[in-house]
């Protein structure tokens, strides 16, 4: 089975630019959540989607970001202009189910560097 | 959701039993036992959750105390490839309660 698959893996930019990052959930997942990671402040989540609407976007930094689910099998998180704090590891996770506490299942992540 | 305690770091033989406690002693009776690890570069892997019995499944066992004041997981035959950080995670079940919050975890080490 095709887990979480995202991409790209890793992604250096300058700071100023439009960075996209790209998630393709497991299929059949009705959940996708884009969280954010970094040894300062762990484990972070931006924002969560139920059936491809956004239910809880409260964890999304600033007006900065922004993320799209177009359909059931694709997402994107947008950030527009990248800032060096913006560096950290993005994971997509998703789940089935209706409430969002289901177990979620991670993908490997993209790496992100903002020069 | 209830907070946990976990050791920092622990040490396992290659092929023996590798027990990971977590403390949470202010677990609601509705909250979930969750453990997830995260080897290096990796993202999140999810290996097992339960409520009040323990649990098993092709990756580990979960014992989980009577009071639900503490939990082991259990990885019986440990590898190279379960070094990683474990991370004991209480969740409430009921909408709203979406987010995953890792803690510290313990970072296992497997030594050959």
């Known amino acids: 089975d095709a887990g979480v698959i995202q991409s790209p893996r890793h992604e250096v930019t300058e700071m100023g630019q439009e960075v996209t990052l790209r998630c393709k959930p497991i299929?059949?997942?009705?959940?996708l959540f884009w969280y954010r990671q970094t040894m300062m402040r762990g484990l972070e989540l931006l924002i969560y989607?139920?059936?491809?609407?956004?239910?809880?976007d409260s964890g999304m930094p600033e007006d900065r970001f922004s993320a799209k689910m177009p359909n059931a099998s694709f997402s994107t998180l947008k950030i527009q202009p990248s800032e060096p704090r913006d560096s950290a590891v993005y994971f997509c996770?998703?789940?089935?189910?209706?409430?969002?506490?289901?177990?979620?299942?991670f993908g490997p992540g993209t790496r992100l560097l903002v020069l | 959701d209830a907070k946990t305690t976990q050791p920092t770091s622990m040490d396992c033989a290659e092929g023996r039993a590798a027990n990971l406690p977590c403390n949470h002693s202010?677990?609601?009776?509705?909250?979930?036992v969750y453990w997830y690890r995260q080897i290096h570069s990796q993202g999140p892997q999810y290996i097992i959750h339960?409520?009040?019995n323990n649990e098993t499944n092709e990756m580990a066992s979960l014992i989980i105390t009577e009071d639900r004041k503490s939990s082991t997981l259990i990885l019986p035959h440990a590898t190279l490839r379960d070094t990683a950080v474990y991370y004991c995670?209480?969740?409430?079940?009921?909408?709203?309660?979406?987010?995953?919050?890792f803690g510290k975890g313990t970072k296992l080490s497997v030594i050959p």
């Open positions: 996770a998703s789940s089935f189910g209706e409430t969002g506490v289901e177990t979620q299942y």
């Open positions: 299929s059949g997942h009705n959940s």
């Open positions: 989607f139920n059936n491809n609407v956004p239910i809880d």
């Open positions: 202010t677990i609601s009776g509705n909250e979930y």
């Open positions: 339960g409520l009040k």
């Open positions: 995670i209480v969740r409430v079940a009921g909408a709203g309660s979406y987010q995953l919050t």
